[in-house]
């Protein structure tokens, strides 16, 4: 079995690396990945998999398909896959919880 704990200091310290992507990923479990993300810069482009944002700290505007939102610590942004996206405006302290999971192009609408 893989690891099924870890504390979000784990991404912080690796995040504070020279170098250091600005997603890590801290637990793993079939198509789920789950990690931090705190861009200087979001130039990602569309995921394959459905996506959900936790806003962990500062505040951004983020943008999906065209609609924009303000959003700061506590928001839940959910972006279904495919669709075009990216946080705008971060400050400096801006940083968010990820969640990747289930098919290639997402999941049915229940």
Known sequence: MGKWSDHV?????????EGADAAQYLLRHGTMRAG???PKVDDQHPHSQD???IVASGQARFSRAGELLDVRAGHFVFVPARTAHRFEAMSDDFATYVVFWGPVDGEAEQ
Not at 9 to 17: F, G, I, M, T, V
């Open 51 to 53: 996506e959900l944002y």
């Open 36 to 38: 931090l993300y705190a």
């Open 9 to 17: 200091s784990s991404a912080r310290a690796r995040l504070a690396e």
